[in-house]
């Protein structure tokens, strides 16, 4: 038991979500902490996501994509003193709303610190920014999946992100001809 003894502090645990209940179960925690008095217990409840934006017929829209799907952290004591698991805190975790298990089932271990300080960068580097959905890079091949020149496969020569536009060679009659075209006209081709 001495090595369960040492998580007797905060630390961070995975726990696993229903399929597109994150946000709920997030809500959840973060409403009843302080009614069900779990401040001892429960410090924070975090749902790592990312802001990504796509353009499509001219219009960009804005989404938030969790980096975690079916997944939130919780920074929370588990154990005492004698690493024996605290059963308030744990019900209350498995009780939430939209929450299925503790991700190690009835012995949760406790995040490592290089684990919790990636998902904690990828937040931080995430923050106020927006992604596109899709990345391109120069060079790369792609099918052309809508419009005259649907089932052409061509290369990209220029790329903005601001518009969500491409401007991509394909092939016509043997002769290479550029055409400006958005993200969601073209998908990555098998070759690349």
Known sequence: MSAISSVTGPQWYAVQTLS??????KRYLDKFIA??????FVFDVLMPTEVVTE???GKKTTKT???YPGYIFVQMRLYDDEGQLLQKPW???REAHGVINFVGGDHPSPLKKTEIDRILNQVEDAEGKE??????????????NDGPFMNLDGKIEEIDPEKGKLKVSVSI???YT?????YWQVQRSEES
């Not at 009614?35 to 001892?40: G, L, P």
């Not at 550029?178 to 958005?182: A, F, M, N, Q």
Request: aromatic letters at 12%; proline letters at 5%.
């Open 55 to 57: 353009v499509k017929n």
């Open 173 to 175: 009659f043997g002769r």
């Open 178 to 182: 550029p055409v400006e075209l958005e």
């Open 20 to 25: 597109n209940q994150e946000q709920k179960a």
């Open 35 to 40: 009614i069900e008095e779990m401040e001892e």
């Open 65 to 67: 994509r969790k980096f």
């Open 131 to 144: 992604k596109p959905k899709i990345e391109y890079t120069i060079g790369e091949m792609v099918k052309v």
């Open 91 to 93: 019900y209350f975790i």
